[in-house]
Antibody, heavy 122, light 110 residues
């Protein structure tokens, strides 16, 4: 079964940093674009960032541009999100999600991980 | 701020048909395919419809999607209690170079 498992969430002070990881299994990780999506408490879904299969194309939401960095290690079947200069409004559940189709970026996300909680508070 | 607009709520009774709209623009829905996600309470979102009207395997055929111009819609026929969830539309936006989600619609089954 295709699976994504996030880790690395936690409580961090404003201005601090955190690195999220997402481990993929049971699929050819290196063939799929990967994505981060977040959901603030009681709010809707917000796309954060996407990275193509070979890391050639990277996209960020304006709300995180310049503060967050997405990366991947295909040899380790892993996706990362380095989050710097964190703000209270970054508090959310962060999900990693695979592009539904190999070698495509502008497609739906399937599956999603279970999410990891990031809380930014003093 | 979400780029795609959905109604906040769309309720129905068991067996009824419920329709959820998703309004966008020429740079997103108007030029790219639409996906729909279902988020059951306390769980991660799940892909429900892709490429405007395609169902992943395992998704019941009571769920259907359509697109016309810069709008899309999701229909749930024969509403069931287990369909009580939040539903989100999404698409790629060529102007923003970003995936954009809808504002989300809560579907309570009365």
């Amino acid at each position: 079964e295709v699976q994504l498992v996030e880790s690395g969430g936690g409580l961090v002070k404003p201005g601090g940093s955190l690195r999220l990881s997402c481990a993929g299994s049971a699929f050819t990780f290196s063939s799929h674009s990967m994505n981060w999506v977040r959901q603030a408490p009681g709010k809707g879904l917000e796309w954060v960032s996407s990275i193509s299969s070979s890391s050639s194309y990277i996209y960020y939401a304006d709300s995180v541009k310049g503060r967050f960095t997405i990366s991947r290690d295909n040899a380790k079947n892993s996706l990362y999100l380095q989050m710097n200069s964190l703000r209270a409004e970054d508090t959310a559940v962060y999900y990693c999600a695979r592009a539904r189709k190999a070698a495509a970026t502008r497609v739906g996300f399937d599956p999603w991980g279970q999410g990891t909680v990031v809380t930014v508070s003093s | 701020q979400s780029v795609l607009t959905q109604p906040p709520s769309a309720s129905g009774t068991p067996g009824q048909r419920v329709t959820i709209s998703c309004s966008g623009s020429s740079s997103n829905i108007g030029s790219n395919t639409v996906n729909w996600y279902q988020q059951l309470p306390g769980t991660a979102p799940k892909l429900l419809i892709y490429s405007n009207n395609q169902r992943p395997s395992g998704v019941p055929d009571r769920f259907s999607g359509s697109k016309s111009g810069t709008s899309a819609s999701l229909a749930i026929s024969g509403l069931q209690s287990e369909d009580e969830a939040d539903y989100y539309c999404a698409a790629w936006d060529d102007s923003l170079n970003a995936h954009v989600f809808g504002t989300g619609t809560k579907v309570p089954v009365l």
